[in-house]
């Protein structure tokens, strides 16, 4: 017993979970690719997306999204590194842009985000980091294309502390950028690693290393580099916050590290550094209190439902995060708000070009399992005889509203049936107009593809053809006051009052500034961004 109690203990430590967070373009799955390199669990560079070749991404599994060109999946690789088993959630950016893509944060327990040195924080990387905070977990930031020419490196920390509201501590320190990049200089060892563009595509890296204050570093980089790489230091050493675990634990710092991920260089210390400061999955908060990652029973909870995932079978799948102990499989769980015991059949699990059959997996581990359409994100699976629920995925503000009906009216009930059903997989949010007895639904999304698929499923699965017509809102808010006069609301010229299927109150907007200005008009009106259940 006790053997066994510590090889599940000795697995689920050596996990770590993370998301890789970006704006389209900064890099995101070439240094995912550098990752999975080092890992092993790839060969060449380009397996994971060669975008010049059209070769499909490892991300993009999904047949069915294939033939339809369009890709909505986050994915999940794994792979062991330095005796550590590694999970990355990818978070679909461009056009794939969803809700899934921040519920795919809620699986994680750090987050890296990668920033394009030239360009500074972008706004997809705004909007995933504020689901972070709201999370707390740390975050880790990796400055990447200094190949290329970069923003002034303080500048790129101001940028950051500014935009995101989150302390810095770099880790390493870039010397020069763009054709002028000689390397990195790293702040606790007081090493310098040199730079050369000869590693493309391969894990071994050819770089050399020198201290600071070793002779042939001057001839390595230059008198002028080192000058400038002293001075900038001397500032930095001055001026920057210490590097504070207990704060990095918490988000209140974050860690950055500079590197090309391109070239691959400072990927491998980046990897290594990282692992060292992120930690094994945490405890997770249900309403019989946290949930020890360790324990001998076995826990999860739903972040996405995938449906479709054959083409002849309307099945879906659910992606489950192991919360504690461990998974076998075909085992029986107890699925929570149901109140039923079910066998978990055909579990998955993501290992890099490759889908395939789960038998075992722990604590931090994503699985993927057949759902017959019972599960709603957020439910909770286990095995113990103490029953909870993990606390639910809040629900993000859609920006992308349209106003859809079915073409044919005697499809009503059809219609309705599809749209409720696409909700609960929650792939799209349903709206009505606020007291005004209309019918019509208004659609609410994340990220405006969704619009197709919803149009392309109804058709497919329900035979409904639908008319849909675009609503300029950007911005809706969540009524947070229990018990407001809704009518009472003050609001802008631009300003639509409507209810979520629960029948809650929310306000939307073409402009932002409108948001304040109704908060203005609205003493003591509490608005949020999220709702927690
Ligand atoms: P994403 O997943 O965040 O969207 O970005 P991705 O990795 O696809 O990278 C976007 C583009 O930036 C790619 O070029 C990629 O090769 C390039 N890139 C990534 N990291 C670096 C880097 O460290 N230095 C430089 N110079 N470029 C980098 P592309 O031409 O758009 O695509 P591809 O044809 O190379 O795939």
Redesign the pocket.
């Known amino acids: 017993m006790r053997c066994i109690l510590s090889k599940l203990r000795e697995e689920i430590e050596k996990r770590r979970t993370f998301a890789i967070i970006?704006?389209?373009?900064?890099?995101?799955?070439?240094?995912?690719?550098k990752f999975l390199l080092y890992g092993g669990a790839i060969n060449t560079a380009g397996s994971v997306?060669?975008?010049?070749t059209a070769r499909h991404a490892v991300s993009d599994w999904m047949e069915i999204e294939k033939q339809r060109g369009i890709s909505v999946t986050s994915s999940v690789l794994q792979f062991n590194y330095a005796g550590r088993c590694i999970n990355i959630l990818d978070t679909p950016?461009?056009q794939d842009f969803s809700e899934d893509t921040y519920r795919t944060l809620m699986a994680a327990d750090s987050a890296v985000m990668?920033i394009d040195g030239s360009k500074g924080v972008e706004a997809q990387t705004r909007k995933l980091f504020k689901v972070c905070v709201m999370r707390h977990i740390p975050i880790f930031t990796f400055i990447?294309?200094?190949?290329?020419d970069a923003m002034d490196t303080f500048e790129l920390l101001d940028d950051i502390e500014n935009e995101l509201g989150i302390a810095t501590c770099p880790i390493n320190w870039p010397i020069g950028s763009g054709k002028d990049f000689k390397g990195v200089f790293d702040r606790d060892t007081k090493r310098v690693m040199t730079f050369a563009d000869t590693m493309k595509g391969t894990k071994e890296g050819s770089e050399e290393e020198f201290d600071i204050g070793d002779a042939k570093l001057r001839a390595a980089i230059g008198e002028e580099a080192l000058g400038i790489l002293e001075e900038e230091i001397e500032l930095l050493d001055g001026a920057a916050a210490a590097f504070d675990q207990g704060k990095v634990d918490a988000g209140q710092l974050s860690p950055v590290f500079f590197?090309?991920?391109?070239?691959n260089f400072g990927v491998e210390t980046f990897l290594k550094h990282f692992l060292d400061m992120t930690s094994s999955p945490l405890p997770r908060e249900s309403d019989a209190g946290l949930i020890d990652p360790f324990s001998e029973d076995f826990s999860a909870f739903c972040f996405k439902i995938q449906a479709n995932m054959n083409a002849r079978h309307r099945d879906r799948i659910a992606f489950m995060r192991i919360t504690s102990g461990k998974f076998t499989a075909g085992m029986e769980v107890f699925h929570v708000q149901e109140g039923k015991n079910i066998r978990l059949s055909q579990p998955q699990q993501m290992m890099a070009d490759d889908r395939h059959i789960v038998d075992e997996a722990y604590a931090g581990d994503i699985i993927g399992v057949f759902d017959p359409g019972i599960f709603s994100i957020g439910d909770t699976i286990l095995t113990g005889k103490e029953h909870f629920s993990f606390h639910g995925i809040p629900t993000f503000a859609p920006e992308h509203f349209a106003r859809v009906c079915q073409v044919d009216t005697m499809k009503r009930k059809q219609f309705m049936k599809g749209i409720n059903q696409i909700a609960q997989e929650g792939a799209i949010q349903i709206f009505r107009e606020y007291n005004t007895g209309m019918e019509e639904i208004i659609v609410g999304v994340v990220g405006v593809l969704q619009f197709d698929v919803l149009k392309f499923r109804l058709n497919n699965e329900y035979k409904v053809e639908i008319k849909m017509e675009n609503l300029p809102y950007e911005y809706i808010r969540w009524i947070s006051n229990e018990g407001v006069d809704v009518d009472a609301i003050v609001g802008t010229s631009d300003m639509k009052k409507v209810t979520d299927l629960k029948g809650r109150p929310l306000l939307l907007w073409v402009n932002e500034w409108s948001i304040r200005m109704t908060q203005e008009r609205n003493e003591g009106l509490e608005l949020a961004e999220f709702s927690q259940d």
């Open positions: 970006s704006h389209p373009d900064a890099g995101k799955t070439t240094l995912t690719e997306k060669g975008k010049a950016g461009h990668v990447n294309k200094m190949d290329r590197g090309s991920a391109l070239t």
